[in-house]
Structure formats: structure tokens, C-alpha cells
């Protein structure tokens, strides 16, 4: 039987299911373009430095405090709630009962738990986030100078 190229019987598409397919045994494998030599930073990249580990734990340190402050204010009153109701209807004044006075009083400790929260974020995690943040741009007109 012979092929016959006539319009009538098209020629099959390629297939790329052998990869001898696209090269012939006798032609020479193409090389790889060598790489640019790199020059080696001066410096520890940002994504190595320790102040990213140190700015993780003081944020986790400043969440764990102020959410603390709010929730275990508010589960101590729950507890007493529960445990101790002699002790929440005990009358402080004329009509108002401890339990309800330590209610009132979970606003102003929501207060100073958000309070707290900032200021621990001024004092302890933002110089170090500043810090970061020149180290990066420093590092991001290093590397635009190397180019």
C-alpha cells in the first residue's frame, strides 16, 4: 500500500508522545544557555532575618495580652455567675446588686483591653515593623543599583 498526499487523504497531526519525534538520533542535543554569573549579596536577604521572627512573637505576645485582658475578665464574671450567685446578689448600694455592677464594668475593661492592645503595638511591635520596613526598601534600592 502507498501514501498518497492527494487532498483527500490529509496528512495526520504531529503527536508529542515521543520525544524522538522532534529530534533525529544524529542531530546534536541543544546546550543550555549558561547562567549569568551572580554576584553574592553583601547582606542577609529580609526573608532570612531574625526580625521577622522577633516582630511574629512580639505581635503574638500583644494579641495574647489584650485578648486575655478582655476574655478573662469576661470569663470571671461568667464563673462567678455560675458558681458563686450568693456572692453576685450581694447589694453594693440600695438596688444594685454586684453581679449587675460587674457587668456594667466589662465596658471599661473592653476599653482597657483595646488600650493595652495599642499600646503595646506603639512600644513593642511597630519599631520593630518600621525597622523592617527601612531594612526593605534599603534592600529594594540595593538591588535596583546592581542592575
Known amino acids: ?12 497531526p ?18 543550555p544557555d549558561p547562567e549569568p554569573a551572580r554576584t553574592r549579596p553583601q547582606h542577609v536577604a529580609l526573608g532570612h532575618h531574625s526580625d521577622i521572627r522577633v516582630l ?28 458563686a450567685p450568693e456572692f453576685m446578689t450581694q447589694e453594693v448600694t440600695d438596688g444594685l446588686p454586684l453581679g449587675l455592677l460587674l457587668g456594667l464594668i466589662q465596658v471599661p475593661v473592653t476599653c482597657a483591653a483595646i488600650a493595652l492592645y495599642e499600646f503595646t503595638a506603639r512600644r ?4 520593630i515593623a518600621e525597622r523592617i520596613r527601612k531594612q526593605a526598601e534599603l534592600d529594594a534600592k540595593r538591588a535596583e543599583g546592581d542592575r
Open 56 to 83: 511574629r512573637t512580639a505581635y503574638r505576645w500583644q494579641r495574647r495580652v489584650a485578648t486575655l485582658t478582655a476574655l478573662g475578665y469576661f470569663t470571671l464574671f461568667l464563673v462567678l455567675s455560675a458558681y
Open 14 to 31: 504531529p503527536h508529542d508522545s515521543s520525544p524522538s519525534y522532534f529530534t533525529y538520533p544524529w542531530a546534536p542535543d541543544p546546550q
Open 124 to 127: 513593642g511591635v511597630d519599631p
Open 1 to 12: 500500500m502507498s501514501y498518497d498526499p492527494s487532498p483527500s487523504y490529509p496528512v495526520p
